[in-house]
């Protein structure tokens, strides 16, 4: 793969004297949606933790951005390569939300963040502190914030995790806008992945891991050797079963 913007080489994480991950070496790029999926604890967050450069319990190998090491990029240029949302954020000062999103602006001439409002149905919550948003208004509010930042790397930790249905295919429909950005989220619904993701990273829980395009990783037999449950395709959906 040419140009890419973030890759790792034999990149392995641990938590609690458990391997999570074990020798990555993959790659992403622009235009490409990679959904990171597996059980619970398996090592999603930790994972994009470490893709953002950020403090994990354990990480051996290597993560670099445009072909550098993390290490060797300053906190502003980081900044304006990478953005990261968590799964909740954890908000410390009251500050409308329109305030937030300039503040989060890194790189001149990004998207207004007006427009990032109205594409995820929060215009109406401009004005509003954000530390009395619901969690589903206050996730949409991060994502907007993340897409504030102008950076072409996005890293989503389950950005649809406290969102209804409908604001779910809302979000759905807005990341897929985003072509010329690299995307990394976590996910869980799998019908959900499916209509978004272009590629699909799976997390095993023992440190293995595969790696591959959706159509390919969304298979019955992988998605039952990743949640230990059977699947079946009806009328293009996947269902669960017994």
Not at 65 to 85: I, K, M, T
Not at 157 to 171: I, L, S, Y
Not at 172 to 198: E, P, Y
């Amino acid at each position: 793969m040419q140009g890419s913007l973030i890759e790792t080489r034999s990149l392995t994480l641990g938590a609690a004297g458990r391997t999570l991950v074990s020798e990555l070496s993959w790659q992403a790029s622009a235009g490409e949606r990679w959904c990171v999926i597996g059980r619970n604890a398996v090592g999603k967050s930790t994972l994009l933790r470490a893709l953002a450069g950020l403090a994990v319990p354990h990480r051996e190998g290597t993560v670099s951005w445009l072909g550098r090491s993390q290490a060797e990029w300053s906190p502003p240029d980081a900044a304006a390569l990478r953005a990261f949302v968590p799964q909740q954020s954890a908000d410390r000062f009251s500050v409308t939300v329109q305030r937030l999103l300039e503040l989060a602006v890194c790189v001149p001439g990004g998207p207004d963040p007006q427009a990032l409002l109205l594409a995820l149905d929060a215009a109406s919550l401009a004005e509003r502190d954000v530390m009395q948003l619901s969690g589903g208004e206050r996730q949409r509010v991060a994502l907007a914030q993340c897409a504030a930042q102008g950076a072409p790397l996005m890293l989503l930790d389950e950005p649809v995790a406290f969102q209804d249905p409908a604001h779910q295919r809302q979000v759905a429909r807005w990341l897929i806008t985003l072509a010329k950005r690299c995307l990394v989220f976590s996910a869980h619904d799998v019908n959900w992945i499916a209509s978004v993701a272009t590629h699909v990273l799976a997390l095993h829980g023992d440190g293995g891991w595969e790696a591959g395009p959706v159509a390919r990783m969304l298979s019955a037999e992988r998605l039952q050797a990743v949640y230990g449950c059977c699947w079946r395709q009806a009328d293009g959906a996947w269902l669960m079963i017994d």
